[in-house]
Every structure is written in structure tokens, then in C-alpha cells.
């Protein structure tokens, strides 16, 4: 405790405090006093979000935040910070599956937009369209015309979106290729979280550089004036999800007096 100040202890001497110290072993007081001061950042940052949802709420507002990165960057871990707070009536979480044989015969788009929200709904993709300009490329889950087609479409598609009224934020969640690493081996050595780890995963380092081709790719060509994308670094889960709210707070002009 000697390397604390008494600001520092006092934050530990708290439910909060010895919370933060006992969940992991060995014990570390200063990664402690980080994660209660994660944790007060988050609540605060948490009441702004639920206002933006009840301003999104009075105004009709329909909100898209779709959230792309590599296999084990934080997206789902960011999205349930953003959500666990807010009112679950009026925002939905939508992570597809792979398309089925109907779906294959449609539009690209076409069974994401029947996900888009109604008025005052926040729609939260865990991955979206954007599985097309990267993940299928790479693994090979797309022709090379669809691709390219996919890529032609991809900015007028988003320019309709936002014609359209519908807010749209896009998020991407970088790591390192040692982070996804480390990631990869706590799930597999974590019975509760196994299951998170698929065919796709499991190719992710050996594809690591094909990845990073595409995503270039996919940033030149579709980080617009009107779509940008916010990279959000990510090795720091904790950081990095108080760092994807403060950018949604920003993108979003939210009546910033709505009352709660």
C-alpha cells in the first residue's frame, strides 16, 4: 500500500475497491484503483447514453452503431457496456448468423436492412455488411465479382441510409496480432467462454496479414466525408470501451439537457 496515495486507498476501501482487488489473483492494488476508476467513468458515461436514448426516444431518431474488427478485438464486451444501462424496449442487438439458401439469392444487403430501425430504436451490429469487404474475402466465403461488387455499392448504399434520416456510426476495434493471440488462448483454456471460438477463429493468426490487406482496402474506400469510420484502439478492454461511448456521445447530437 505504500506506493498509494490516500486518494488511492480510499477508492479501494470501498465495496467497489475490494471488489476490484479479490476478483483476480495474484493481487494487483494498482490495476485495482485503474478498474474503480473504470467503473466510475463508465456508470457516468452510462447515465449520458441513457439520456441520448430518451432524446432518441422523444424525436422519433432511429439510430444504426455497427461495430467491425478482428476475431476478439472487444465488440460484443463494448456493446453490452453500452446496453446494459439502457432501455431494452427500444434498441436490439443484431450479430446474423451465416446467410442461409434464401438469403444467398437475395440482394447482399438486403437482410441487413430488414433489421434497420423503427422510430426512436438504436440498432447495435455485431459485425454487419462489412463481413463482406473482409472476413469473406479472406476466408473465401465470397467470389472475387462479389466482392467487387459489394465494394461499387458499399458508399451509395450508406449515402441512402442517411438520406434516409437514419443515423449511422461506424466502429472499428483494433488489436495487435499478440493481443488476439493471448484472447485466443484465455478462451480456449476458459470453459465458460469455448464455445466463442469457431472455424473462422481458429485461422485468424495464420490469415493475419490477409486481414490487414482487406481492411486497408476497406478503409480507403469507405472511410467517406459523410461515413467515417473511428478506429478505436483496443488492447485495453477498458479503455477501449470507454473510448467507443465517448465517440458514440460525440457522433450523435443528443439533446445533452434531457432529463432522466
Known amino acids: 500500500m505504500e506506493n498509494l496515495t490516500q486518494q488511492e486507498v ?13 476478483s483476480k489473483e495474484p493481487y494487483n492494488l494498482e490495476k485495482a484503483v485503474r478498474y474503480v476508476g473504470y467503473e466510475r467513468r463508465l456508470k457516468k458515461l452510462q447515465v449520458e ?7 432518441a426516444i422523444e424525436q422519433n431518431e432511429r439510430i444504426i452503431i455497427l461495430f467491425e474488427g478482428r476475431d476478439a478485438a472487444g465488440k460484443g464486451g463494448a456493446i453490452r457496456r453500452i446496453t446494459e444501462r439502457i432501455n431494452p424496449r427500444h434498441m436490439r442487438i443484431v450479430a446474423l448468423p451465416k446467410p442461409n439458401q434464401d438469403e444467398k439469392t437475395q440482394w447482399y444487403f438486403q437482410r441487413y436492412v430488414e433489421q434497420f430501425p423503427k ?3 438504436i440498432i447495435f451490429f455485431d459485425r454487419s455488411w462489412y463481413n463482406r469487404a473482409v472476413v469473406e474475402p479472406v476466408n473465401g466465403f465470397c467470389t472475387q465479382e462479389e466482392y467487387e461488387v459489394f465494394m461499387n455499392q458499399v458508399n451509395d448504399f450508406e449515402r441512402m441510409i442517411l438520406e ?3 443515423r449511422l456510426v461506424k466502429i472499428y476495434m483494433s488489436i495487435t496480432k499478440k493481443e488476439q493471440a493471448k484472447r485466443f488462448n484465455d478462451i480456449k483454456n476458459d470453459p ?3 464455445w466463442k471460438m469457431t472455424p473462422v477463429d481458429e485461422r485468424a493468426q495464420e490469415l493475419w496479414d490477409d486481414y490487414t490487406e482487406y481492411k486497408k482496402t476497406m478503409f480507403s474506400r469507405t472511410n467517406t466525408v459523410i461515413s467515417p469510420w473511428k478506429v478505436i484502439r483496443a488492447n485495453r ?8 461511448i465517448n465517440h458514440i456521445l460525440k457522433s450523435i447530437p443528443y439533446d445533452k439537457d434531457t432529463k432522466v
Not at 478492454?237 to 467507443?244: D, G, L, P, S
Open 49 to 55: 447514453l441513457i439520456r441520448l436514448q430518451t432524446w
Open 192 to 194: 465458460l467462454k469455448q
Open 10 to 22: 480510499n477508492k479501494l476501501n470501498t465495496t467497489r475497491g475490494l471488489k476490484a482487488i479479490l
Open 237 to 244: 478492454k477498458t479503455i477501449a470501451r470507454i473510448n467507443v
Open 164 to 166: 434516409s434520416g437514419i
Open 119 to 121: 422510430a426512436g430504436e
